[in-house]
């Protein structure tokens, strides 16, 4: 990084005074081992853009600052990746982290009445993968709703899909605890003419439930809907297409470790089903 002889009495008259100012600002150091305060707001093609407490910008190559700076910089492109995916998704809760699980459901399998499907388990029901989009068929011997599954453990969850109601009575997105077996703990229902959501406890039998909110809704069964869960805290948020709702309850703070997709009747849809980790936010 080659700075402009000015550059070194500017650092010297504001290293000291800035350095805590503004935690935006930090130190910059190039191969030579000289420094710079400044905040980085810009990153294109490896080229860094700095901007100094006083305004005056330099535009610095990743490739001549330090591996400190370097890392940095890789952090900072993910924060603002995961910033512009929240804002696009329309998340209000928390903010995006590392990714679990990301399924598109666009490789055909058989139908599956226990076993793997791409990764997701299916435990009840006969689930299948045809035309780009996951299918699950309640079966009536089983006396419950088809249910498939993905395992994981996480403090907060942002989750995202499109679903398409079909011939199915409902769906719905059934998070539960990392207590074995994996307790019930909220679920998201989609019906044609109700959303809601409940709190939940219990495994099998033993499960109690209620209902914490109720929307009255008019969705056609044929259309795709987006949805996006944040499980953030002991909030619970929600949007299915235009619709939102939210509702709160001390147990869905409790660490997560089981995602299912349920459907009661035949001829649910899904795809592009997403799950990641958040932070709430400050």
Same mark, same amino acid.
């Given at each position: 990084?080659?700075?402009?002889?000015?550059?070194?009495?500017?650092?010297?008259?504001?290293?000291?005074?800035?350095?805590?100012?503004?935690?935006?600002?930090?130190?910059?150091?190039?191969?030579?081992?000289?420094?710079?305060?400044?905040?980085?707001?810009?990153?294109?093609?490896?080229?860094?853009?700095?901007?100094?407490?006083?305004?005056? =910008?330099?535009? #610095?190559?990743? +490739?001549? &600052?330090?591996?400190?700076?370097?890392?940095?910089?890789?952090?900072? !492109?993910? /924060?603002?990746?995961?910033?512009?995916?929240?804002?696009?998704?329309?998340?209000?809760?928390?903010?995006?982290?590392?990714?679990?699980?990301?399924?598109?459901?666009?490789?055909?399998?058989?139908?599956?009445?226990?076993?793997?499907?791409?990764?997701?388990?299916?435990?009840?029901?006969?689930?299948?993968?045809?035309?780009?989009?996951?299918?699950?068929?309640?079966?009536?011997?089983?006396?419950?709703?088809?249910?498939?599954?993905?395992?994981?453990?996480?403090?907060?969850?942002?989750?995202?899909?499109?679903?398409?109601?079909?011939?199915?009575?409902?769906?719905?997105?059934?998070?539960?605890?990392?207590?074995?077996?994996?307790?019930?703990?909220? =679920?998201?229902? #989609?019906?044609? +003419?109700? &959303?809601?959501?409940?709190?939940?406890?219990?495994?099998?039998?033993? !499960?109690? /439930?209620?209902?914490?909110?109720?929307?009255?809704?008019?969705?056609?069964?044929?259309?795709?809907?987006?949805?996006?869960?944040?499980?953030?805290?002991?909030?619970?948020?929600?949007?299915?297409?235009?619709?939102?709702?939210?509702?709160?309850?001390?147990?869905?703070?409790?660490?997560?470790?089981?995602?299912?997709?349920?459907?009661?009747?035949?001829?649910?849809?899904?795809?592009?089903?997403?799950?990641?980790?958040?932070?709430?936010?400050?």
């Amino acid at each position: 990084m080659k700075l402009p002889s000015y550059l070194s009495i500017l650092i010297a008259l504001t290293l000291s005074s800035v350095a805590g100012a503004d935690s935006s600002l930090r130190t910059w150091t190039n191969s030579e081992g000289k420094t710079i305060t400044a905040e980085l707001v810009e990153l294109n093609d490896g080229v860094a853009t700095l901007r100094m407490d006083n305004g005056r =910008r330099y535009q #610095v190559p990743l +490739e001549t &600052l330090s591996e400190a700076d370097n890392e940095f910089a890789a952090e900072w !492109t993910a /924060a603002k990746e995961a910033e512009g995916r929240a804002g696009e998704m329309g998340v209000t809760l928390g903010s995006i982290g590392d990714m679990i699980v990301e399924t598109a459901f666009d490789e055909e399998t058989p139908a599956i009445r226990k076993g793997d499907v791409l990764g997701w388990r299916a435990g009840i029901g006969e689930w299948r993968v045809e035309d780009g989009m996951l299918i699950g068929d309640e079966v009536p011997e089983d006396n419950h709703a088809s249910s498939l599954t993905y395992r994981f453990e996480a403090s907060h969850l942002i989750i995202q899909a499109q679903v398409q109601l079909g011939t199915s009575e409902q769906i719905a997105f059934a998070c539960r605890d990392t207590v074995a077996p994996g307790l019930h703990l909220g =679920r998201l229902y #989609v019906t044609p +003419e109700k &959303l809601w959501i409940q709190h939940m406890t219990g495994i099998s039998k033993t !499960t109690t /439930a209620e209902r914490l909110v109720t929307v009255d809704v008019d969705l056609d069964p044929d259309d795709w809907y987006d949805v996006t869960i944040e499980i953030v805290g002991d909030t619970f948020r929600a949007t299915v297409g235009e619709e939102e709702l939210k509702a709160s309850y001390p147990r869905f703070a409790d660490p997560k470790g089981i995602l299912a997709l349920t459907n009661r009747g035949k001829g649910a849809r899904f795809r592009n089903v997403s799950i990641w980790h958040a932070e709430p936010k400050s």
